[in-house]
Structure formats: C-alpha cells, structure tokens
C-alpha cells in the first residue's frame, strides 16, 4: 500500500463563523482513502517582521508551521478574497514560510487552493491572485479549473457544516485528483526543508 499522504488545509480567515475555516474542516472529512487532511490553525502566526526572521529570534510558531509544511505532502489553501486577492492574514503566514527564498518549505511543494464566498463570484480572483504569489516562492500549482464556493449561506448549515451534496461530491473528486498529482510531483524532502530553518 502506498504511504499515507499528508495534506495541511491553511485556511485565509480568522473568523469565528469563517466559511472558509468551515471548508478546510470539510476537507477532513471527505479526505479520500491514504490521505490525511490536518487544518491549520494561522491565528498564532505573528506579522512578518525580517529582524525577527533568523534561527535566533524566529517566533516558535512560525518555526513550528514550517516544520509542519516541510513534513507535510502538500498543502490546500482554504482562503476567501479581500479585494480581489488575498487576504493579509493569510499572505502574511506565506511570507513567514516563503523564507529562505527558493529554499523554504514551500518550495516545490505541491499546492492546491479553493473558497468560500456568500456571494456569486466565489473567490477565483483572490485564487488567480494566489497562484501568483505561489509561483514567487517556487511551490508546484495544481492544475485544475478551480474549486470556488459561490453563495455560501446556502451550501452550509447553521453549524457551519459542508450540507450542499453537489459541492461535497465535487470536492470529494478534487481531492482525489488533488492527492494523486501530489503523489506524482512531491519532492524528496532535503535538509533544508526538514530543518524548517
Ligand atoms: C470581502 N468580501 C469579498 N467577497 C468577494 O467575493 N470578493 C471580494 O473581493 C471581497 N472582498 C472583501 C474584503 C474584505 C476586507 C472583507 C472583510 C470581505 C466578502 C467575503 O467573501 C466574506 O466576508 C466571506 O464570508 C469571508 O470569508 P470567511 O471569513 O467567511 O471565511
């Protein structure tokens, strides 16, 4: 049998009642067979501040993402759009774990991405923006038209749980394909990556 792959969902909200923290949560469950699906909670994660980024100084929290993101197959950004892009919260956690560039975590790490939105639009234009950022630190994109959770209210209940059968399947299928291209392009994890420096 192969090895479990193990997948972070990094979702872009802090809130409470967050759509998108609530997607992440779904994944978990529709996670399918070999895959392990852990959310990741960005609240700890300080703002980004370069005289603090050194083996010396840096924050546990930062160093301890880092070290989850190098052990970790591949990682699914859970995130709304502000704006049309991405949100600060999240962006700053990936600036944290973009460092040394090139050479960080996230550097050939296989990447998916999805949201939520109450509105129409769902997040594709914060995803376009994503997948911008993404290839400035070298992580590997899945390919795929994308995942956007349009009209949000009505796709989860009032526990805030994934109840929507067409948006659960559809997922479902995702992270099939999801998890069998990160099987394919993963790479070997260096000393680099394994340190979390
Ligand atoms: C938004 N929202 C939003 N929605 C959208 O479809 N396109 C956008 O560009 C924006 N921009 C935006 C900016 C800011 C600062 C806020 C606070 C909100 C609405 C957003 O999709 C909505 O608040 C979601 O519910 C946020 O995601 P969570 O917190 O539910 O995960």
Redesign the pocket.
Known sequence: MAPILDVLAIPG?L?ER????ALARALVELAPEGTDIEVVDIRPIPLYDGDLDTDERRPEAVSSLKRRIAAAGAVIFVS?????GVPGVLKNTIDWVSRPAFRSPMAMKPCGMMG????L?G?MRGQQILKVVLLGMASQIFPHPGVAVSR?KEKFDEALRLTDEGTRSFIAGYLEEFAAWARRVRPPPTEDHAAGS
């Open positions: 909200s809130r967050s759509f998108n923290a709304p759009e502000y704006n049309h939520a939105a109450p509105g639009s997040t949000a």
